[in-house]
């Protein structure tokens, strides 16, 4: 059985790719290694708490980069963590595996450490068994509780913004999928976006105070926003012309870029809602957190999403919002 005997055991992959040694500090008094975890909150705060799985062939392709996964699978829990304003404390890792591949190991490790030391985000737990390749991340931070970016809580009047640009994400999983053809410079900007996205956690932080609602755009900007518009009561009016298209999108025909931007889905973007009286205090948050900003409407007492061209006249659009248990796409 000289395979099975060179193949590491559970407790050794656990050993040697996620258990870190930490000092403790005031956040993880209790690291991996022992039942539970122990963490505290610091005084005042209220816990954020949030899971996301990826599952291979629904959320990713089958031998895809094992280290853009590590990475992907943190960022877009803390993508979550983003949307409610929470600081990132820590997280635990979830993994069947279908083999313990060393290199796929380390490469995933890699890139999920890397993204969680630029967050200050700290693994302090998980589970290891065999089974198809599935990642699920449960994220922890704090947040007051009367700071945190909820859903529920946008005011009719309301500026509506978005962080970055949208729809990249969306054109390179159709270039990847065959139905566009994309030159190899666009195509690398493109996929840096589907594979690597960047969780807005410094905007998410800066925003508290300051934005009424906020929500991360995983699924599409409308059906996102739509959660907001639908906790809160209201309706919405967007400038086409002023959404933001990614890099690579630009350079696609306009209503491509429309359709990606509306309809795209993961580009873990913040949209997020404030009273125009903050106009200037969401630019400087943005500016403080060095992620650009952009305003692209409003809200209104009136229920329903209403696109708008430069005329101000509505254009016919539907919300083709990701559902995994709607009908395929
Ligand atoms: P239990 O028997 O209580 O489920 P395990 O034997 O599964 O514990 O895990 C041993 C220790 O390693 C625990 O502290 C657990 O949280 C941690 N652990 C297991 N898998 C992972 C992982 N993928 N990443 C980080 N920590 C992990
Ligand atoms: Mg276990």
Not at 170 to 185: F, S, V
Not at 212 to 237: E, F, K, T
Not at 275 to 288: F, K, M, T
Request: proline share 5%; hydrophobic share 45%.
């Amino acid at each position: 059985m000289g395979t099975i005997a060179a193949m590491l055991s559970e407790f050794e992959i656990i050993a040697r790719y996620f258990d870190r040694a930490h000092a403790p500090d005031g956040v993880v008094k209790l690291g991996v290694g022992d039942d539970c975890a122990l963490l505290a909150l610091p005084p005042g705060q209220t816990l954020a708490v949030s899971t996301d799985m990826l599952v291979e062939g629904r959320h990713f392709f089958a031998g895809a980069d094992p280290e853009n996964l590590g990475h992907k699978a943190l960022a877009v829990n803390l993508s979550d963590l983003a949307a409610m304003g929470a600081k990132p404390m820590a997280f635990t890792l979830a993994l069947a595996l279908p083999s313990a591949d060393e290199s796929w190991l380390a490469g995933f490790a890699q890139g999920l450490f890397k993204l969680a030391d630029v967050e200050g985000i700290r693994l302090v737990g998980g589970d290891t068994t065999r089974g198809p390749l599935n990642l699920c991340i449960t994220v922890m931070g704090s947040v007051t509780e009367d700071q945190a970016l909820r859903r529920d809580t946008a005011k009719s009047g309301d500026d509506l913004w978005v962080s970055g640009t949208l729809g990249d994400a969306r054109l390179a999983l159709e270039a990847l999928q065959g139905k566009i053809t994309l030159p190899d410079q666009l195509m690398s900007l493109a996929e840096e976006r589907l594979h690597r996205p960047t969780p807005r956690c410094a905007l998410g932080m800066a925003l508290r105070g300051i934005a009424h609602a906020a929500v991360d755009v995983s699924d599409g900007l409308l059906g996102d926003l739509g959660h907001i518009l639908a906790r809160s009561q209201l309706g919405a009016d967007i400038h086409a012309t002023s959404l933001p298209p990614g890099l690579a999108l630009a350079q696609q025909p306009a209503d491509r870029q429309l359709e990606f931007m509306l309809n795209g889905g993961d580009d873990y973007e913040l949209c997020f809602t404030a009273p125009p009286e903050q106009r200037d205090a969401v630019l400087s948050a943005a500016a403080s957190a060095n992620t650009s900003v952009t305003r692209i409407g409003s809200l209104k007492s009136d229920k329903g999403i209403q696109i708008l061209d430069a005329a101000g006249n509505a254009l016919p659009f539907t919300s083709h919002s990701f559902d995994h248990f709607g009908k395929e796409l």
